[in-house]
């Protein structure tokens, strides 16, 4: 089952967020952004998919609306991850369908993501849903710490 993200799935998300994309987070700050992004409704969309067997959050979909001078409005995904144990059971893709159900319907024109070089199984699975490869960049960063 699809659904919003809550305050609740907190334990779930750092354990995704750890185990399928590898990012050690505190739960405090889980719980910070899960509480922030979710208020921001018009810029955030966070779905989980939660086994209903199980009752437990197996997966997520977080991306935010992009827009510039330049183009329509667009999403950009920022994660999406599925535990290992239930890849491969089309969960992905589901969160994937909904995002753009939902996008689709408040009028965006695209969806992009970026993933990393060595990612070549993430990088099959977004091409068996209909993405393409558009470009190759760099990623810079500049911390403000």
Request: aromatic share 12%; proline share 1%.
């Amino acid at each position: 089952m699809i659904r919003n993200i809550k305050i609740e799935d907190a334990e779930a998300i750092q354990r995704i967020c750890h185990i399928s994309l590898g990012y050690s987070v505190s739960i405090e700050t889980v719980m910070r952004q899960i509480q922030k992004l979710s208020e921001d409704v018009n810029h955030h969309y966070i779905y989980v998919y939660e086994d209903e067997k199980l009752q437990k959050v197996v997966g997520f979909v977080h991306a935010e609306v992009y827009e510039s001078l330049y183009s329509y409005a667009g999403l950009n995904i920022l994660g999406l991850a599925v535990l290992p144990e239930f890849q491969g059971k089309g969960i992905g893709k589901e969160l994937m369908n909904h995002l753009e159900f939902k996008a689709k319907n408040d009028s965006v024109s695209f969806v992009r993501l970026n993933s990393a070089d060595y990612r070549v199984e993430a990088h099959k699975f977004y091409e068996s849903i209909g993405y393409v490869c558009d470009k190759t960049q760099k990623r810079f960063i500049k911390r403000l710490d």
